[in-house]
């Protein structure tokens, strides 16, 4: 895709405040994911809901890396896929059929973040999945859901199935795929897959010592789980965020452009 430059007071003057606000921390959750190395080229997906348009979400624009995204050059689209805000930009609609399921059933799916990081992609081809032999894993563990591998996301007859294996919980791991969370916003959906992708990197390196693991008793993963609600929301998103922001504004200014 050749970077085309949208103006920024174009986009800002047809949307509301409320809406400007979700596209920067969009685009600064695409650029962290980049940071962070989670990025697979152009081939995995962010999306948010507009505030005030229930059926309308930000994605990005198909072929542009994460770390070039800025507030203005996100995709305004419906549950379709269709554009409802003219843009030159194009999306992939496939990309879409995860997300455009998720945001559909559930009220609370703000932000859909799914990222094929190879630390998850590992953990997600193993039979057992996330084991409980970290602080971080409980945190997972604790709202955590397991989908099976179905092929290439592009068939809308395996929705049904994704979300009903997701169901009302906070992070899913697509078998042999990756890893997705879901969050009130931008800021939340991100810290759950910093969570996420930490208990998978620490797990491939605990197995690689080649040493018995030893994992946390089911007492205490019993009484996570139990708290489910309380530890699987808010899990100080707000307090990391203005940081994480900071660190793109030294490292990769402009995603509020």
Not at 12 to 19: F, I, T, Y
Not at 145 to 150: I, T
Request: glycine residues 10%; aromatic residues 8%; proline residues 4%.
């Amino acid at each position: 895709m050749k970077a085309t430059r949208v103006g920024v007071s174009a986009v800002r003057q047809q949307v509301s405040a409320a809406e400007w606000d979700v596209r920067v921390d969009l685009a600064a959750a695409y650029r962290l994911v980049a940071l962070f190395g989670w990025d697979d080229l152009v081939f995995t997906h962010i999306s948010a809901r507009v505030p005030g348009a229930e059926r309308h979400f930000l994605i990005n624009p198909y072929g542009m890396m994460f770390d070039e995204i800025t507030a203005s050059s996100l995709v305004k689209i419906d549950l379709g896929g269709a554009k409802v805000l003219e843009s030159p930009y194009e999306i992939n609609p496939a990309g879409f059929t995860i997300h455009g399921c998720i945001h559909a059933a559930r009220e609370d799916a703000h932000c859909v973040m799914h990222v094929h990081s190879p630390n998850g992609v590992a953990v997600s081809a193993q039979r057992e999945g996330v084991l409980p032999i970290s602080q971080q894993s409980l945190f997972v563990l604790a709202s955590l859901a397991y989908h099976d591998y179905e092929g290439v996301a592009l068939n809308a007859a395996e929705q049904p199935r994704l979300i009903g294996d997701l169901g009302d919980k906070s992070y899913l791991m697509l078998r042999n795929h990756g890893l997705l969370t879901v969050g009130a916003s931008p800021a939340e959906a991100f810290l759950y897959m910093y969570l996420f992708e930490t208990t998978c990197t620490i797990q491939l390196r605990a197995q690689s010592g080649g040493k018995q693991l030893i994992p946390i008793s089911d007492s205490i993963l019993g009484g996570i789980r139990a708290a489910a609600a309380q530890v699987t929301r808010g899990q100080g998103s707000a307090l990391v965020w203005p940081g994480l922001l900071r660190r793109l504004d030294r490292l990769n200014p402009g995603y509020g452009d």
